[in-house]
């Protein structure tokens, strides 16, 4: 037997001198996780930026018709593909590259304020670009950018907790092969 299914692959990037480091392929699952995190909430995000540009009363009329099924149809046809462009040209290389300068910090704290202020940076700055770009858009569309940003934010912290804490138990499963292959072998099936 080689060992248990689910081994990971590979040395981890961790180290004494750098606990915190992640590999491109744990990065990519950040990015991925953040996506899906951000992908998920991005209607109801939408919904509350519309609220917090128009009046109050106008609400009513819009969440008893069937507009917000539209307006949620229409937020998934462009935030799933515009996020997802923004994830692959902005998010993973910065990403990679807040990892790659952060590997020797032991702080917590910093590196998950450093994913969160990253998410922020891009899910602001791409918020904003796109909706001073629409000839439709409001001058300054400060509401789209106040829910968006934190929005992405929040995904992005909450993508590198998942995925450092995966890390790390999957740097335990291979402490724990080392130290006891036949531990943790799968057993043959009794007959």
Known sequence: MSGPERLPSG???RSAEQ???????EVFRGGLISWAVFTGAAPGAAILAFGLGNDPSSWGGFLASGLILVAIMAVLMYAVP???????VLGFPLALLVDRLLRRSRSYPLHLLAAAG?????????SLGLTASLP?????????????????????????IVTMRRARRDDDARALWRAAPSAVAPREPRA
């Open 118 to 126: 990253l998410g922020l940076l891009v899910g602001a700055g791409v």
């Open 19 to 25: 606990p915190w480091a992640l590999s491109s392929g």
């Open 11 to 13: 040395e981890p990037p």
């Open 136 to 160: 439709f858009g409001p001058a300054f569309p400060w509401q789209y950018v106040a829910v968006l940003g934190p929005l992405t934010a929040l995904a992005s912290g909450t993508g590198w």
């Open 82 to 88: 515009i996020s997802a462009a923004a994830l692959i």
